[in-house]
């Protein structure tokens, strides 16, 4: 499985982006997948995943009013949608993905997009 994350930029606060995350090699309906950060000086984070099922859990309280994460069986794709971003929420964000359920929740996921990078200014 290949995994290739964009749609980061540089936005003010208060903005919205939208990442996606584009699968290749398995289709997203059997995959469980999550989005993560890295924010500068800081240990990588989870932040929302979402099951094969379409079970969604967050890891982030900070973001759960603020990112919706979706999926598009017909694009093949995983989606994060974020307002009302902060600077707080700058870093390189990660998707995610395993097809094997027990490794998902142990964290532990088996494949990995590149990262993109989204910086909110003040």
């Known amino acids: 499985v290949q995994l290739q994350a964009f749609g980061g930029g540089l936005v003010q606060t208060g903005a919205s982006l939208r990442l996606s995350c584009a699968a290749a090699?398995?289709?997203?309906?059997?995959?469980?997948m999550g989005w993560f950060r890295q924010s500068p000086g800081k240990a990588r984070e989870a932040v929302v995943a979402?099951?094969?099922?379409?079970?969604?859990?967050y890891y982030t309280d900070s973001v759960k009013d603020r990112f919706t994460i979706s999926r598009d069986n017909a694009k093949n794709t995983m989606s994060l949608q974020m307002n009302s971003l902060e600077p707080e929420d700058t870093g390189v964000y990660y998707c995610?993905?395993?097809?094997?359920?027990?490794?998902?929740?142990?964290?532990?996921?088996?494949?990995w997009g590149q990262g993109t990078l989204v910086t909110v200014s003040s």
């Open positions: 979402i099951t094969s099922s379409g079970g969604i859990t």
């Open positions: 995610a993905a395993t097809d094997r359920y027990n490794n998902y929740a142990n964290g532990r996921y088996d494949y």
């Open positions: 090699g398995r289709p997203v309906s059997v995959l469980h």
